[in-house]
């Protein structure tokens, strides 16, 4: 009998240790559409009402650079690689990466989706925002909110394409 570290010699962990699953098969379902959807329409409203506490408040509006698409586009880029890596990996073409690896690629799959479609909606909700305003300036700010929000998108979909390809085949018992 092994004693609890909280010096209960009474105390017996439950069969198959302290941190056992208690879902039946023990699996992770995926990132849900809905959770997706409701993360894209928070970013959506919350971007559409960033010009107008802006306006309410007297302040200028956010500037959207180039450079928040580029890393958009960039961290879609990473994403992209490192899905196509681990799904090799674990078809066998690669060297199998370790379990604990496969799990932090799926975390940072998992956040990458919802992070990805909260970011998409805010930018196209700040395009939207721009909307019937009729200056270069507000053509400027919404085409650049467009191509940050489509990076945006970008995210989200090399997201639940690498935590799809962190699937463990039905059958593949090896590490």
Same mark, same amino acid.
């Given at each position: 009998m092994s004693r609890d570290p909280s010096g209960d010699p009474h105390h017996e962990e439950p069969p198959g240790g302290p941190e056992r699953d208690e879902r039946p098969g023990g699996r992770l379902s995926q990132t849900t559409q809905a959770a997706v959807a409701v993360t894209f329409a928070v970013g959506l409203v919350g971007g559409w009402l960033v010009r107008r506490v802006a306006s309410l408040s007297e302040r200028p509006?956010?500037?959207?650079?180039?450079?928040?698409a580029l890393v958009l586009f960039l961290g879609a880029a990473i994403l992209a690689v490192t899905a196509r890596h681990t799904g090799r990996a674990l078809d066998g073409r690669?060297?199998?990466?370790?379990?604990?690896?496969?799990?932090?690629? @799926? !975390?940072? /799959?998992?956040?990458?989706?919802? +992070?990805?479609?909260?970011?998409?909606?805010?930018?196209?909700g700040y395009a939207l925002s721009w909307l019937g305003v009729a200056s270069e300036l507000a053509g400027q700010?919404?085409?650049?909110?467009?191509?940050?929000?489509?990076?945006?998108?970008?995210? @989200? !979909?090399? /997201?639940?394409?690498?935590?799809? +390809?962190?699937r463990v085949r039905s059958g593949d018992d090896s590490p």
């Open positions: 509006a956010p500037l959207v650079t180039w450079s928040q690669q060297l199998r990466p370790e379990p604990y690896r496969l799990v932090n690629r @799926l !975390v940072l /799959a998992r956040a990458s989706a919802l +992070a990805g479609s909260l970011v998409a909606g805010g930018y196209l700010r919404a085409g650049r909110a467009v191509l940050a929000g489509l990076g945006g998108l970008l995210v @989200l !979909v090399m /997201a639940l394409w690498l935590e799809r +390809a962190c």
